[in-house]
């Protein structure tokens, strides 16, 4: 009986040591000092960045420059112009803050290639949760900044796009050329089927118009694919 009692007090003791000691180890993991608060890779962005290091060779390479933004240094400068007030932080006591023109060129980047965030974000030395709050920042601010700019589709514009299209490609009573794309997602919680396309995944409808030019008169983005026609087929748009 005193045999039993005590291997079951052994057991028992040891089992309660290993717990121990495996809490501890936990806790002593849950309380080890970072190595670094950034990583090296990252503090080296000012002078290794792709910003840094590439984007004068581009501006002096214009075909090379267009093709990784979609737009002529020209227009970049003019958008520039545009969105760098809105980009200004109300305090900046980094001394490593990202150039707001580097900014611009990251997201435009991205946008242009679609890329995978942490591949850009990796050739301009930015970590994806930086990355995630810059690419919020520059498109909010191209939004601001030209909304106003987007036409308006007015009697006199459409007469004027309906003119073009008929000059330019023989096409009578035309006011645009209207072209859709599915934006692959990963679904949201809890949506279900909701966003799933006839195509085998899921996705948000992107709608464009574009007048005789090649220049975009309307623009919808983020509609459901069971909802999109139903919704926008039948109703003539009034604004960007």
């Given amino acids: 009986m005193w045999k039993t009692m005590d291997s079951s007090f052994t057991f028992a003791v040891g089992m309660a040591m290993c717990i121990a000691a495996a809490e501890q180890e936990e806790a002593e993991k849950r309380t080890q000092r970072r190595k670094y608060w950034v990583s090296p890779y990252l503090k080296e962005r000012s002078f290794k960045g792709r910003y840094a290091s590439d984007f004068q060779n581009l ?71 930086h990355f995630g709050v810059i690419l919020d ?12 700019e987007f036409p308006k589709w007015t009697t006199d514009n459409m007469l004027r796009w309906a003119k073009d299209f008929e000059d330019e490609w023989n096409f009578p009573n035309c006011l645009g050329a209207v072209d859709g794309k599915h934006v692959a997602i990963k679904a949201p919680t809890n949506s279900g089927s909701l966003f799933y396309n006839y195509k085998g995944f899921r996705s948000i409808v992107l709608m464009a118009i574009c007048d005789a030019h090649y220049r975009f008169t309307y623009i919808e983005a983020g509609a459901l694919f069971e909802r999109f026609f139903a919704q926008y087929s039948w109703k003539t748009p009034t604004s960007g």
């Fill in 59 to 129: 501006v002096n390479t214009p075909s090379m420059f267009f093709e990784n933004f979609h737009m002529p240094e020209s227009s970049f400068n003019a958008l520039f112009g545009l969105v760098e007030q809105h980009l200004i932080p109300k305090r900046n006591t980094r001394p490593d803050a990202i150039p707001l023109k580097a900014k611009l060129a990251i997201v435009l980047e991205f946008l242009a290639s679609g890329d995978l965030q942490r591949h850009v974000g990796s050739t301009y030395r930015i970590s994806k949760q």
């Fill in 137 to 148: 920042q520059v498109c909010t601010a191209i939004w601001t900044a030209l909304q106003g």
